[in-house]
């Protein structure tokens, strides 16, 4: 088991500062602070990419650079919990040949994330591959 530690230090009103051991973060809902689903979309891409790049490294396929865009949708009544969540990875640099198996590895990345599986059982999950030169 891998235990993993956060300390939120909020004033009396949203606005905040997540510290983990590599950094840290202002949270709140003003400019330039991320708000709670700021960030649940940012650990869903960060741990999908993290997680698409160990498979990718195994089948020795290369590219320069990509994109992940999540979008989704909250319910408006209470608990307003996601109802669909939508996430969109740019390939830039794959060789064609290539394309098939990269649209795989994202599969499988969706399907060992912890936080893609997680978040699968309140919302409607789907995803695509694009590619770029």
């Known amino acids: 088991m891998t235990v993993r530690k956060a300390d939120i230090?909020?004033?009396?009103?949203?606005?905040?500062?997540?510290?983990v051991a590599n950094g840290q973060v202002a949270i709140g809902g003003?400019?330039?602070?991320?708000?709670?689903?700021?960030?649940?979309?940012g650990a869903l891409a960060s741990c999908l990419y993290?997680?698409?790049?160990?498979?990718?490294?195994?089948?020795?396929?290369?590219?320069?650079?990509?994109?992940?865009?999540?979008?989704?949708e909250k319910q408006t009544t209470v608990?307003?919990?996601?109802?669909?969540v939508n996430t969109k990875?740019?390939?830039k640099g794959a060789e064609a040949k290539d394309q098939a198996a990269f649209t795989k590895s994202f599969d499988l990345a969706?399907?060992?994330?912890?936080?893609?599986?997680?978040i699968s059982k309140v919302a409607e999950m789907s995803w695509s591959v694009e590619f770029e030169d």
């Open 89 to 91: 990875i740019t390939i």
């Open 79 to 84: 608990p307003t919990v996601l109802t669909w």
């Open 110 to 118: 969706t399907q060992y994330c912890s936080i893609y599986q997680t």
């Open 30 to 41: 003003e400019q330039g602070t991320l708000a709670p689903y700021d960030l649940l979309f």
């Open 50 to 72: 993290a997680t698409f790049l160990d498979v990718v490294r195994k089948k020795r396929i290369h590219f320069y650079s990509a994109h992940i865009e999540v979008t989704g």
């Open 9 to 19: 230090y909020f004033s009396n009103d949203f606005k905040g500062v997540l510290e």
